[in-house]
């Protein structure tokens, strides 16, 4: 299986920051890369999918990039709503996910 | 929008065996998704455990597949999922999801959207 990897695994950031997380593959899985956002007692949430593309409905201060095996999810502005735990998840040849970021207020 | 609704007992006994199902709202289930489980560990981690297309098609966590089966009702636009010989270790939030099936393999998949999750514990 391809494993996934975060770092960091927790940062505490302030409404305004500019926030990375970076997710790592243990082998190439093209752009096949994916993000998801879960708050407190609720389900994740698909942020973006195919390491760039935000899924309908997201806020464009969340971006994605990356190939290969490395990706980053940036979030250009912090907002409140945002504080929650990020996860990467990848497709190939089983559904992976990587073990998440959270991200709390400083 | 469809919509996903996780059903069933929240304990189950050690060796006993897991039962939920998925009722599926705003859309079909016979339209060109697949249907998923996804289980979340008290530690956090997300594991899937396994899909299904309408047709009956299954895919399998390989880690699980021994323990797994998942089935589909298209009359009442519902799929479930049964886990035989639990452990404590099973104890998790288990979610369904559908899954957008990219490529020919499904290596360019996604989970969207979710339901709001279950809690089974497994104790005796």
């Known amino acids: 299986d391809v494993q996934m990897t975060q770092s960091p695994s927790s940062l505490s950031a302030s409404v305004g920051d500019r926030v990375t997380i970076t997710c790592r593959a243990s082998?190439?899985?093209?752009?096949?890369l994916n993000w998801y956002q879960q708050k407190p007692g609720k389900a994740p949430k698909l942020l973006i999918y195919?390491?760039?593309t935000l899924q309908s409905g997201v806020p464009s201060r969340f971006s994605g990039s990356g190939s290969g095996t490395d990706f980053t999810l940036t979030i250009s502005s912090l907002e409140p709503e945002d504080f929650a735990t990020y996860y990467c998840?990848?497709?190939?040849?089983?559904?992976?996910f990587g073990p998440g970021t959270k991200v709390d207020i400083k | 929008q469809v919509q996903l609704q996780e059903s069933g007992p929240g304990l189950v006994k050690p060796s006993g065996t897991l039962s939920l199902t998925c009722a599926v709202s705003?859309?079909?289930?016979?339209?060109?998704?697949?249907w998923s489980w996804v289980r979340q560990f008290p530690g956090k981690g997300l594991e899937w455990i396994g899909e299904?297309?309408?047709?009956?098609?299954?895919k399998y966590n390989p880690s699980l597949k021994s323990r797994v089966t998942i089935l589909v009702d298209r009359s009442k636009n519902q799929f479930s999922l049964k886990l035989t010989s639990v452990t404590a270790a099973d104890t998790a939030v288990y979610y369904c999801?559908?899954?957008?099936?990219?490529?020919?393999?499904?290596?360019?998949?996604?989970?969207?959207?979710w339901g709001q999750g279950t809690l089974v514990t497994v104790s005796a």
């Open positions: 082998q190439t899985i093209s752009i096949y």
């Open positions: 999801a559908s899954l957008y099936c990219g490529g020919t393999s499904c290596h360019a998949s996604w989970f969207d959207p």
């Open positions: 998840q990848q497709s190939y040849p089983v559904f992976t």
């Open positions: 195919a390491a760039s």
């Open positions: 299904i297309y309408h047709t009956g098609n299954t």
């Open positions: 705003g859309g079909s289930i016979s339209s060109n998704y697949w």
